[in-house]
């Protein structure tokens, strides 16, 4: 059955009996890295993007209406740091890397932010045995062939609350918990450090840049008194590679109506942020540093 459902699109090979699109709708909801990867395994390109959810909001069609390089946003939903790390030197290693942008917020750059699904997956790509018992890959498959038989929709990741109830979710409870336990990445930072490193022998050019947030939730910084540790962020981010912030109090962070939730911008959002990154036509809503 896994061979058949292919739920990850992990053989090349061979006719694709079922839809990408229900693919799309379960095996990438449940499990984001593993279908990513897989996905740029196939089709390499030398240009990437690194990050969580709000990096994965950048579309990669429209980030290459903007540039004559050929990009794929490999940012998780859900994801961390480490797995935005581990992405980098997994995908340097096959591939010759010409751009690379990380996506970084402060609510991400926290030492107790440990999550790591990349490596997990990355024993599973090398592994078809592993692969074909995991649980995403079971589960995957399992809800594919229960969609099709029903004809019915498989609902995953959709938030059973309106849009304010959610908003307020997700400023007392997500955000109280990320800025509630911090402790500066040291860690983290010397890894970006050899990534900086990496990139200069190489010839690769590399980008940080910090998504926008509403501002209800950069508000939280201070809250948590958290505002030393955030201008450093900043500082230390501009030591080792250019440096793109949309994170700030602007027109564009202040309306409600940008975003999904505190932390997620609409699509349209999306577009005026690679237009910035990549057209350069206008600086209207970042404040660009070069690297020191």
């Known amino acids: 059955m896994v061979v058949l459902v292919d739920p990850y699109n992990y053989f090349s090979f061979g006719p694709k009996i079922i839809d990408n699109r229900l693919k799309m ?34 579309k990669s069609e429209i980030i290459n209406k903007y540039t ?15 797995d935005a ?17 990380i996506g970084i917020n402060f609510s991400l750059f926290n030492k107790y932010r440990r999550l790591d699904m990349v490596t997990e997956d990355e024993k599973l790509i090398d592994n078809f045995f592993l692969y074909a018992i995991s649980e995403s890959v079971f589960k995957s498959t399992y809800l594919i062939l ?38 500066y990445p040291s860690n983290y930072y010397n890894e970006l450090t050899e990534i900086s490193k990496y990139c200069k022998k190489n010839g690769i050019n590399l980008v940080f840049f910090i998504p926008p947030t509403h501002t ?59 237009k910035e990154l990549f057209a350069k036509e206008s600086y209207k809503y970042v404040k660009y540093k070069k690297a020191l």
Request: aromatic content about 16%; hydrophobic content about 35%.
């Open 216 to 274: 209800d939730l950069q508000k939280k910084v201070k809250q948590f008194n958290l505002q030393y540790f955030d201008a450093k962020f900043k500082n230390d981010l501009e030591k080792i590679g250019d440096v793109y912030d949309f994170d700030y109090p602007s027109d564009l962070t202040k309306n409600y109506n940008n975003f999904y939730d505190p932390y997620h911008f609409t699509d349209s959002i999306g577009e005026i942020v690679v």
């Open 25 to 58: 709708e379960i095996s990438y909801k449940l499990n984001r890295p593993l279908f990513q990867l897989l996905g740029y395994k196939s089709h390499p390109t030398p240009s990437i993007l690194l990050g969580d959810s709000r990096t994965a909001c950048l």
């Open 146 to 183: 229960k969609s099709l038989i029903t004809d019915k929709d498989i609902q995953i990741g959709v938030p059973a609350s309106s849009k304010g109830e959610f908003w307020v979710f997700q400023l007392d409870t997500t955000a109280n918990e990320q800025y509630g336990l911090y402790e």
């Open 68 to 82: 004559k390089n050929d990009f794929t946003n490999l940012a998780y939903a859900g994801g961390s740091l480490v």
């Open 85 to 101: 790390i581990n992405t980098f030197w997994l995908v340097s290693e096959d591939t010759k890397l010409s751009d690379v942008y």
